[in-house]
């Protein structure tokens, strides 16, 4: 079971980026999809989450209006596209897969191996 983070990258405050997670190895039908992110000496904290199917979206109120989480099922993959980013955004971010619809990272038992998004001013 892999899920595979890429598109974290270096970009200016007020530009855009659009992160993928690639899940393999088995279905995760009826699984939740998150995204979290850690900055340097903060804790882990909640982006945005969607069920595989779609739906139960949530976002933190930080990047509500800026963020959108999407999914490809034909794909095996989600998405997080990040606009109007902000110095705050930089962080690590990993994606996850949870048996419930959760915004808790202690719900999620698969992990991506994070990918770094670096927002400068």
């Known amino acids: 079971v892999q899920l595979q983070a890429s598109g974290g990258g270096l970009v200016q405050a007020g530009g855009s980026l659009r992160l993928s997670c690639a899940a393999s190895?088995?279905?995760?039908?009826?699984?939740?999809m998150g995204w979290f992110r850690q900055a340097p000496g903060k804790e882990r904290e909640f982006v945005a989450r969607?069920?595989?199917?779609?739906?139960?979206?949530d976002y933190a109120d930080s990047v509500k209006g800026r963020f959108t989480i999407s999914g490809d099922n034909a794909k095996n993959t989600v998405y997080l596209q990040m606009n109007s980013l902000k110095v705050e955004d930089t962080a690590v971010y990993y994606c996850?897969?949870?048996?419930?619809?959760?915004?808790?990272?202690?719900?999620?038992?698969?992990w991506g191996q994070g990918t770094l998004v670096t927002v400068s001013s």
């Open positions: 996850a897969a949870s048996p419930y619809i959760s915004s808790t990272w202690t719900s999620y038992d698969y």
């Open positions: 190895g088995r279905s995760f039908s009826g699984y939740a």
């Open positions: 969607m069920s595989w199917r779609g739906g139960s979206i």
